[in-house]
């Protein structure tokens, strides 16, 4: 290789690790990945009203809901319901989410503090390969059970689903009620009218005497 060879060589070297040291100058500078900037999804005024028109509806007594969170409180107010109405909870996550106007990530929060505190029992049915069957809830706590025999759990608890054009459908706990109260007003109504027959039937003898 001539002198001139080697120079441009020295040359061309030296350019080229000009070039690498900048370019690690700037790669150090920047980083290496941009940060993901996560979307929040918009919060709902109507969803967080029905969160908070469900977590005080009064199911749960002061004590004990002043160790949840609202959304908590939410969640755990329709667990309570449910056991009002059949004796245990056996809703899906989603279902106890969807009624409470929260996710179901604070209904699980809210089923693992409830069984911290003793509170509640919480029966996993899990499935190896299928999806997992519905939790089965109980109420164990002696207050918490006092509190739902006097019928505190769905005193206020009227409405627990909203959509989007605001239509609104009664929770199972409250359909027996409903039903009941139906029953009640019927037979009043027969009373009634039977009262009034009777009424009329004695006017009838009475003229014709």
């Known amino acids: 290789i001539t002198e001139d060879a080697a120079e441009r060589i020295t040359r061309a070297v030296e350019r080229r690790r000009t070039i690498l040291r900048t370019q690690t100058r700037k790669t150090r500078n920047t980083p290496l990945l941009d940060a993901v900037k996560r979307t929040k999804l918009p919060v709902r005024p109507d969803r967080i009203q029905h969160r908070r028109r469900v977590a005080y509806c009064g199911a749960l007594p002061g004590h004990i809901a002043a160790k949840f969170t609202i959304g908590q409180i939410a969640a755990l107010s329709i667990i309570v319901a449910e056991i009002k109405s059949k004796g245990r909870c056996e809703l899906y996550v989603g279902q106890i989410a969807a009624m409470a106007g929260c996710c179901g990530r604070v209904v699980q929060t809210a089923l693992t503090e409830a069984e911290r505190h003793r509170l509640i029992k919480v029966e996993r049915r899990p499935r190896a390969g299928r999806s997992n069957l519905s939790n089965i809830v109980i109420a164990i706590d002696p207050t918490l059970l006092s509190w739902i025999k006097r019928g505190n759990a769905n ?55």
């Open 155 to 209: 005193k206020h608890l009227h409405w627990v689903n909203i959509s989007q054009h605001n239509n609104t459908r009664v929770i199972n706990s409250l359909r027996i009620s409903h039903t009941q109260h139906m029953i009640n007003t019927q037979r009043v109504n027969q009373n009634d009218k039977r009262k009034e027959e009777g009424v009329n039937t004695s006017r009838e003898k009475f003229s014709k005497k």
